[in-house]
C-alpha cells in the first residue's frame, strides 16, 4: 500500500507540474493575447470616440444653423406682423376719420340711391328739371352726372346748396347759371364719390 500511495503521489505531482505548466503557459497566451486584444480594443476606442466627435459636430453645427435660420424667420415675420400692425392701424384712423366726417365716399352699389335722393331733394324744392344724364368719365373713385333745372333764383341757390346735405360725398365739378324770362337756369356737373 505504501508503494500504491508512493505511486500516486508521484503521478499527482507529474500531473500538478504538468498542469501549472499548461496554466502557465495558457496565463502567457492569455496575456498576450489581452495585450494584442487591449491594443485593438485601444484602436477601437479611439475611432469610436472620433466617430461619436465628428457625429455630435456635425448635429451641433446642424441644430445651430437650424436655430440661427429660426430666428431670422421669426424676426422677418414679426417685422412683417408690425407692418401689417401698423397699415391695419393707419387704415382704420382714416376710415373712422372718413366715416366721422359729415360727408363721405358710398359704396359703389349705394350710387343710384344718392342720385334719387338729390333729384328729389331738387323737385322738392320747386324747381323744374330739364334733363338729366351720367357723364361716362374715365373716374376710379365715383360717377358723374350732368343735371339742368330751372326756376326762381332763391329755389335754384337752394337747389345747389342742397348737395352738401347729403351724407354722401358729392363734389360740384361745374356749375353754369344763366338768367333767362325772369328766372334762372342752371347745369350742375358733380361726382358722387365711392369707395
Do not use: C
Not at 42 to 69: D, P, Q, R
Not at 86 to 93: A, G, M, N, Q, T
Not at 143 to 166: C, D, I, N, W
Amino acid at each position: 500500500m505504501d508503494k500504491f500511495s508512493e505511486f500516486t503521489g508521484i503521478l499527482m505531482d507529474r500531473f500538478k507540474f504538468h498542469r501549472e505548466q499548461d496554466d502557465s503557459g495558457l496565463q502567457e497566451a492569455y496575456v498576450e493575447n489581452k495585450e494584442h486584444g487591449f491594443r485593438h480594443s485601444k484602436k477601437f476606442k479611439l475611432g469610436l470616440y472620433v466617430t461619436l466627435l465628428s457625429i455630435f459636430v456635425f448635429v451641433t453645427s446642424m441644430l445651430t444653423t437650424k436655430t440661427i435660420s429660426s430666428y431670422y424667420e421669426k424676426r422677418e415675420t414679426e417685422r412683417q406682423i408690425e407692418t401689417m400692425q401698423s397699415f391695419l392701424s393707419e387704415w382704420h384712423e382714416k376710415n373712422n376719420k372718413l366715416n366721422s366726417e359729415a360727408m363721405r365716399p358710398v359704396k359703389a352699389d349705394q350710387v343710384d340711391l344718392v342720385q334719387t335722393d338729390i333729384i328729389f331733394r331738387l323737385q322738392a324744392l320747386g324747381v323744374n328739371i330739364n334733363t338729366i344724364k351720367e357723364l361716362k368719365q374715365q373716374e376710379n373713385d365715383g360717377r358723374v352726372f350732368s343735371v339742368e333745372f330751372s326756376g326762381q333764383y332763391e329755389p335754384v341757390m337752394k337747389s345747389v346748396r342742397s348737395l352738401q346735405e347729403s351724407d354722401a360725398l358729392v363734389g360740384l365739378k361745374h356749375i353754369v347759371l344763366q338768367g333767362k324770362d325772369g328766372s334762372i337756369s342752371s347745369k350742375l356737373t358733380y361726382k358722387i364719390y365711392t369707395k
